[in-house]
């Protein structure tokens, strides 16, 4: 399919859809800094085969949505939660699906919380809970903190943004599988080469909160899906086993070794998990 501009409360956001209009929808929404490129095409196509109207879209400062100025964005992390409903709007959809991926699962959430109807259900990948729980959880690695609190020494060019992605990408893998710097590159070339202005994506790292719902998440009454790597450096493996067990309906699904984020080689796993879930609402 191709790619669609579309503008809701005058906000311009990039969207993609795959699939029947009439299935199931099935909204991808992907971590902060991160543009909708890394839900990959072909795990689009494998949902939207299984009978799900599955639509992607840039945040706003990724890809072709709109961007703001270096460390001045327009907007605060409640609108980015809020530009959900803007994607389900612009696509006609009343209520979906929604799987989100590290800061996109904290978005799901905050979604659920405040626009319950609009939620059938929810996928929670590599992520934790947004409302502070009794337990404390443990902290990210320390090349994970090393890597996120350097200053960013890439220059102006492509090549150098390019690079530290694939090295950000390979410290996220986790490290106990084999990485393919290749597959890497090639799509961090294609993000940034797509982008309006690739350094935008940083004011994701300034952001204000914004007005969120402070429910709690045993208040989120639809079927719920955690997966979660037990090699993930951000969110080690307790942040999701805590999260399932604040959800009502939550179940836990783990990935032997793998990392945070979406990896190819549990796309086997994670689609057919999506589906059986998102069928079972």
């Known amino acids: 399919m191709a790619e669609r501009m579309v503008e809701v409360d005058g906000v311009e956001l990039c969207t993609e ?77 009343s209520a979906a699906h929604v799987v989100g991926v590290s800061a996109g699962g904290a978005f799901a959430q905050l979604f659920a919380l405040g626009h319950a109807g609009r939620v059938r259900s929810l996928v929670l990948i590599s992520t934790t809970s947004v409302v502070p729980g009794d337990r404390e959880l443990p902290p990210p690695t320390g090349e994970f903190v090393r890597f996120v609190s350097a200053a960013h020494t890439d220059g102006p060019d492509a090549d150098s943004v390019i690079d530290r992605q694939v090295a950000y990408a390979c410290l996220l893998a986790g490290g106990r599988r084999p990485f393919d710097e290749t597959a890497a590159r090639s799509l961090a070339r294609h993000d940034v080469e797509r982008a309006r202005d690739f350094t935008a994506a940083r004011n994701h790292d300034v952001l204000p909160d914004g007005e969120h719902a402070h429910a709690p998440l045993s208040s989120i009454a639809v079927p719920a899906l955690v997966i979660h790597g037990t090699a993930d450096p951000v969110f080690p493996l307790r942040h999701g086993e805590a999260l399932a067990e604040q959800l009502p309906e939550g179940e836990l699904l783990t990935l032997e070794d793998a990392g945070h984020g979406v990896e190819r080689a549990d796309w086997a796993t994670i689609v057919p998990a999506i589906l059986d879930r998102t069928a079972a609402a």
């Open 17 to 93: 859809s795959f699939g029947d209009p009439s299935d199931p929808a099935v909204l991808l929404v992907m971590g902060a800094g991160a543009s909708m490129l890394w839900w990959e095409e072909g795990f689009c196509r494998m949902l939207a085969g299984g009978g799900r109207f599955v639509i992607r879209y840039d945040h706003r400062d990724t890809g072709r949505s709109v961007t703001y100025g270096p460390g001045r964005p327009g907007y605060t992390g409640a609108d980015l939660v809020d530009d959900l409903g803007r994607v389900l709007d612009a696509h006609g959809v």
